[in-house]
């Protein structure tokens, strides 16, 4: 099982928010480059970014910072992105540039078919990431809840095409309070594609405890503030996943 460093792109730096809140971000560094490479050298298998402003504008914003990363670590390391990406001209842009996986989050809900002309073009590359409370699906940056259920959503997406899901329970994300079990595994129950969970991993116990349910087709799990701020060793975490799934 993977364990995933999130690098969250604010204004050209490295943070992290709480809740998906704009006003509520912590910055970590100023050179997001600087970090990727950090994670890659403690054995990191794939990174996470997200550009924040561009989830917010609609468009991309961290072009410099996004590009910056891809040009630090070359193809040594997967390197998924999403945040804003809304057409197929973005898609193909920053997957000619080096990003390994495009996350399509709000434009998968609100633009279908984009979501599904993306899966036709680039099969393998599309990656959806859903982030829900309670089951309810929100998007635009977490700011508004849709009324449409996770598991039906995920189900269509799987349809279209969609390599896999990333699951954000956005009530505990960047709380440090610990991985919804329970939601991810039922997600991961009703679907043939993987998932990736995401929001609240704390420490060592949240990775024990997903990996005791991976083989339900949980590939990994992303995190944030707790490699950030030290409640979790990232290489420590990597090497007992490893040791429990024997990957």
């Not at 940056?141 to 259920?149: C, E, F, I, R, S």
């Not at 899901?165 to 009703?190: F, H, K, P």
Request: with cysteine; aromatic share 6%; charged share 25%.
């Amino acid at each position: 099982m993977l364990i995933i460093p999130a690098i969250d792109l604010k204004d050209g730096k490295c943070v992290r928010l709480k809740q998906g809140r704009m006003d509520e971000s912590t910055i970590f560094s100023e050179n997001p480059a600087e970090i990727a490479k950090q994670w890659f050298n403690q054995g990191a298998r794939r990174l996470h970014l997200v550009d924040l402003d561009g989830a917010f504008a609609g468009k991309p914003v961290n072009d410099n910072a996004i590009k910056s990363i891809v040009s630090e670590l070359g193809r040594e390391i997967p390197i998924q992105l999403g945040g804003g990406i809304r057409n197929l001209n973005t898609v193909e842009s920053f997957l000619n540039s080096g990003v390994d996986s495009i996350i399509i989050g709000t434009a998968a809900v609100t633009h279908p078919e984009f979501l599904k002309e993306a899966c036709r073009e680039f099969p393998g590359q599309i990656i959806v990431g859903l982030d829900a409370k309670d089951g309810d699906v929100a998007i635009n940056g977490w700011a508004k809840l849709t009324g449409h259920n996770v598991i039906d959503l995920a189900r269509k997406f799987e349809e279209y095409g969609a390599e896999s899901i990333i699951y954000t329970d956005i009530g505990r994300d960047g709380m440090l309070g610990g991985v919804n079990i329970d939601a991810t595994v039922r997600l991961s129950e009703s679907l043939s594609v993987p998932v990736v969970a995401s929001g609240g991993v704390s420490n060592l116990k949240d990775i024990e405890n997903l990996c005791e349910v991976s083989n339900i087709g949980i590939r990994g799990v992303i995190t944030g503030r707790a490699i950030y701020e030290g409640s979790l060793d990232f290489k420590a975490a990597q090497e007992l996943a490893d040791q429990l799934t024997g990957s």
